[in-house]
């Protein structure tokens, strides 16, 4: 689709304000950076594989975990066809990465579809967490486009952000799990720092940084939230020692065959942007 693919290459127009605001809040959301056609070029696509390759979906609610009922995950999309690695690899979305955290290029860390299903009044929240807790990049600047294919209402659980928290390093150690809410949650509010829960326009995307606290409620809409993140990492930025028991399956599915110390580049982390 030539418009598709026009509109991913065409450079989105951040200005000095949107700079920093990203940079004093940790985390941003941008109008109409994709349009409807576009989203829903994607969505059709994303949806099929996410529907293929997930074995969640044949287990129920019951029987998953408190990070397993968050939502359906799958990572990695870009190798699956040419047409999501058009969206993974778009050099308008990865300029703004680029101009957010104001580096000269990014490579992709990885990319994952997040699809939170309509639970009704089963518990299917996101738990408060920091996304770098999981990673083993030895950087700050790492930040994730959160791309919802659809229209995302506040009671379909969209991403919520606690607005300076990349600057407070409490609950840096915490997985997602009942306890990161807890805990987090408490501290965020003991620290009076602001929350931003609003929905999400059609091709309204996020953007925030790797330290940036966020949650989502529970989907208690009648339909999927279908959503497709891309986390990006400065290029030239190093593997990290491996300080929990994450960073060995994160190097092992994001950075095979590296070490700490290594440049994070391998055949699945390509240059996405540079100026």
């Known amino acids: 689709m030539n418009n598709v693919d026009e509109i991913l ?3 989105y ?3 000095e304000e949107d700079i920093n605001y990203y940079k004093k809040n940790g985390f941003i ?3 109409q950076v994709l349009d409807e056609e576009t989203l829903s070029y994607f969505n059709n696509e994303i949806t099929k594989v996410v529907h293929e390759k997930n074995p969640l979906l044949k287990k129920s609610m019951e029987e998953r975990s408190t990070f397993e009922k968050a939502f359906i995950q799958i990572g990695n999309l870009f190798r699956t066809n040419e047409t999501i690695k058009k969206l993974v690899l778009s050099k308008r979305l990865g300029k703004i990465a680029a101009d957010l955290m ?6 992709l860390y990885h ?3 997040l699809y939170k299903e309509p639970t009704g009044k089963t518990k299917n929240i996101t ?3 920091a996304d770098q807790y999981y990673w083993p990049l030895d950087t700050q600047n790492t930040i994730t486009a959160w791309i919802p294919l659809q229209k995302t209402t506040k009671d379909m659980g969209p991403l919520a952000f606690s607005k300076k928290s990349h600057n407070h390093d409490f609950g840096r150690n915490l997985e997602i799990s009942d306890e990161s809410e807890e805990k987090i949650q408490k ?3 003991d620290a009076k720092l602001e929350l931003v829960d609003s929905g999400f326009d059609t091709g309204e995307i996020s953007f925030h940084g790797g330290w940036t606290f966020h949650r989502a409620g529970a989907n208690t809409s009648d339909k999927v939230r279908a959503v497709m993140t891309i986390i990006y990492m400065e290029d030239g930025v190093r593997v990290s020692e491996f300080t929990n028991s994450s960073h060995p399956n994160d190097r092992d599915a994001w950075l095979p065959g590296l070490n700490p110390g290594d ?4 055949e699945i982390n390509p240059l996405i942007f540079k100026r």
Do not use: N
Not at 102 to 107: E, K, M, N, P, S
Not at 263 to 266: F, N, R, S
């Open 9 to 11: 290459d065409k450079p």
């Open 13 to 15: 127009r951040l200005s």
């Open 29 to 31: 959301k941008l109008k």
């Open 102 to 107: 104001q580096v000269d290029g990014v490579r």
């Open 111 to 113: 990319d994952q579809a």
């Open 127 to 129: 738990p408060w967490h």
């Open 187 to 189: 501290a965020l509010a």
């Open 263 to 266: 440049i994070a580049i391998t």
